[in-house]
């Protein structure tokens, strides 16, 4: 076998644009893609609509590289080592990665291709920039995201230019290696996941078509149309950023090259958030388990697993809240409105641990990961380092009329309400008789009564955080 060849391992980089990695493999000869199928590590970091995704981004990824993907199963270091013997392989490169047991296992995984005489190399495609290059004056991390996105992004003039598809790429797979992709087990045996086929398009195309979509009707309006869940001022890229179909070089580099605006700084500084969010992650490697301020560790939680599964199910009896919950188990996306509202409800309102609310965002988000969904449940519950205070405790009924004033969008995810008058679509409980009757409801029955008293739920959680701080 020639002894040029590279193994490229894929990771959470599963496209040819803008792949560091892959490009320097192809600049060395012929080049053997690797994916290697963790299932304990998967499970722990991809959910069950996140391993839909990955499914089909992996039959993307190995269609594009002519189905020379070689899909394997099981150690990393024992895999590489035994490729590296068939082939004669003597270099490895992949892009890094950041969360905390993806590090300490790269580490181990290095170490011991090195001392086999394997080289490795690896490269950033995830960030714009990774967390050790942007630290405060003092060397430290920052922990308040203004400074952090002012003095590492927004005063910084880089273009972040992606790079194209290897101009020679050749890639091969030795015969009778590649498991079948289905072997993976990747597709949920329960049929809920076979919803997001009409709506989502997993795969590096799909992501650029998004991208393309979004530059030319979402953005404009962006900066204030982002909030309002019934507008499409959405990208909807999340999923692909998650698995790394489309880089956020990409993304920034698309941006830049449009005149400047107030939408187009707004969806840059969502781009930082996801930024601070792994850098967060990466000096806090804690953070899944314990809150950024540990004074939250002896906060007074709740144990109330009925309400945490009508939360789940959408039956809270607050219509937005409820829209939101059914929003995420039928799309696998939730606006992100709805997921600081929904996030509010749970753990100021039902006073249920954030880790319950991560938890099932984890498994229902396509977009999930251990960076953003560990700091946005943080952030909600007012122990992130840069949080919602806690006593900030989003009023769904309010949130409702400010931000879907027709209802669209709650009729949408809510269609027991749907004949409901505007005045009490939002307040179904204060509806008279003969208008409930005209539309068809019946309190407790069509649609769940309230399960929890907003004001009295807001001055428990108050008084839970006074004790905190005495």
């Not at 013997?85 to 580490?107: I, M, W």
């Amino acid at each position: 076998m020639d002894e040029t060849c590279t193994i490229c391992w894929f990771r959470n980089d599963l496209r040819l644009q803008d792949n560091p990695a892959l490009t320097a493999a192809a600049a060395e000869g012929r080049v053997l893609p690797l994916y290697i199928h963790q299932h304990e590590q998967l499970a722990r970091a991809t959910g069950a609509a996140g391993r839909w995704w990955l499914h089909h981004a992996l039959s993307n990824l190995n269609d594009a590289l002519g189905r020379n993907l070689l899909i394997s199963s099981g150690d990393p270091e024992a895999i590489i080592l035994r490729l590296a013997r068939l082939t004669g392989a003597r270099s490895v490169v992949c892009n890094r990665v950041y969360d905390p047991e993806g590090v300490e296992q790269d580490k181990r995984i290095f170490e011991k291709l090195s001392n086999n005489g394997i080289s490795v190399r690896t490269f950033n495609a995830s960030l714009l920039q990774e967390p050790w290059l942007v630290l405060k004056p003092d060397g430290t991390p920052y922990r308040i995201f203004t400074p952090f996105y002012r003095n590492g992004y927004a005063r910084r003039k880089q273009s972040y230019t992606p790079l194209p598809v290897p101009p020679r790429l050749q890639t091969f797979s030795p015969e009778h290696e590649s498991l079948p992709l289905e072997r993976l087990g990747l597709l949920p045996d329960h049929p809920w996941h076979r919803k997001f086929t009409p709506i989502w398009q997993p795969g590096e195309e799909g992501a650029h078509k998004r991208l393309k979509e979004f530059v030319q009707h979402g953005l404009p309006g962006y900066s204030k149309g982002r909030d309002f869940p019934a507008e499409p001022h959405v990208s909807r890229l999340s999923p692909s950023l998650r698995f790394g179909e489309i880089s956020p070089r990409q993304i920034w580099h698309a941006l830049k090259n449009l005149p400047e605006s107030e939408d187009r700084e707004r969806f840059l500084t969502e781009i930082g958030w996801r930024e601070f969010a792994y850098s967060l992650l990466f000096y806090n490697p804690s953070m899944p388990e314990r809150p950024l301020q540990h004074k939250y560790s002896a906060f007074a939680w709740n144990d109330d697993m009925h309400a945490l599964k009508l939360w789940q199910q959408g039956r809270t009896g607050y219509p937005l809240v409820d829209a939101g919950m059914r929003e995420l188990w039928q799309t696998g996306y939730m606006h992100n409105r709805l997921r600081m509202i929904t996030g509010s409800f749970l753990v100021k309102n039902l006073r249920i641990h954030w880790k319950h609310g991560r938890d099932w965002f984890h498994d229902c988000l396509l977009d999930a990961d251990a960076a953003n969904n560990n700091a946005g449940w943080q952030w909600v519950a007012g122990c992130g380092t840069d949080a919602a205070p806690y006593f900030r405790i989003f009023n769904p009924v309010t949130q409702a009329k400010r931000f879907d004033p027709a209802g669209t969008y709650t009729r949408r995810y809510i269609p027991e309400l749907s004949r409901l008058p505007d005045r009490y679509l939002f307040e179904p409980w204060k509806a008279p008789p003969d208008i409930l009757r005209d539309a068809g409801i019946t309190p407790g029955v069509t649609y769940p009564e309230p399960i929890v008293d907003l004001q009295a739920s807001r001055q428990a959680a108050l008084q839970a955080l006074k004790q905190l701080e005495d």
